[in-house]
């Protein structure tokens, strides 16, 4: 649909994307001038029945997605996943978005640095799961500074194995006032954050049908705050 590589202060505004072959919306990188894109702002949007994501984000900073809807996204939602290992996405602020999307609304699950990330006010109407993961790859580094807050979902979520929103090897996580119901037949693996460090915050969230909210392997000094979360139907 639209693609901005290696740009600087660029602002996508009222816009719409429908049947792309691709992803709606790209902000990425030149490798020739080795830098990637910065200050980048999508807003007041549509994407739908793109061919793969939604928003990708391969090589970027300081990008603002707001009032953007994503539906039949043959992939992911907003995807964050830098190119390779020394690429970093960082600076990510998502609010009040819609997705509906094939496969995960925030898929993440590349090597590279993706760090200094806030997803709030948005809402899934169908994905697949984790909603979230933030999962770098196993040859990547730690990332930091993730913020999940008020995510609501229309659907009950299933998990045989994983999390919905789950974080591996990321310091300062914070998951806050989300509701998202999950099926009852389901494993119900609400939140996971696997060897995080730094401050764990996961307050206030209800997550009808859930069962599990895991931290798995703190580093050593982190801080976690797991209160307030209710799982009644």
């Known amino acids: ?77 907003v995807d964050m996943e830098p190119a390779q290992l020394d690429r970093v996405v960082r600076g990510v602020t998502v609010r009040h978005c819609t997705s509906k999307t094939w496969l995960l609304a925030f898929p993440a699950g590349s090597g590279g640095t993706v760090s200094d990330v806030t997803i709030s006010d948005h809402h899934i109407i169908g994905s697949s799961t984790p909603l979230v993961s933030d999962t770098p790859g ?28 789950q974080f591996n090897n990321t310091d300062n996580v914070t998951v806050r006032d989300c509701v998202v119901p999950f099926n009852p037949a389901m494993a119900g693996n609400a939140v996971g954050v696997i060897n995080g ?27 976690v705050v797991n209160e307030n979360n209710s799982f009644a139907a």
């Open 197 to 223: 460090g730094g401050a764990i915050t996961i307050t206030g969230n209800r997550f009808p049908n859930g069962k599990t909210i895991a931290v798995i392997d703190p580093l050593p000094g982190a801080v």
């Open 138 to 165: 196993a040859s990547g580094g730690r990332r930091a500074n993730w913020t999940v807050e008020r995510l609501t979902c229309d659907v009950a979520v299933g998990t045989s194995n994983g999390y919905a929103l």
């Open 1 to 77: 649909g639209f693609e901005f590589i290696a740009c600087t202060g660029a602002d996508l505004h009222d816009f719409t994307v429908h049947g792309v072959w691709g992803d709606g919306v790209t902000i990425a990188g030149r490798e020739t001038i080795g830098r990637g894109s910065h200050n980048v702002t999508v807003t007041d949007g549509r994407v739908s029945w793109n061919g793969r994501q939604g928003v990708a984000l391969t090589w970027a900073d300081d990008v603002l997605i707001e009032n953007v809807d994503i539906t039949n996204s043959r992939r992911g939602g």
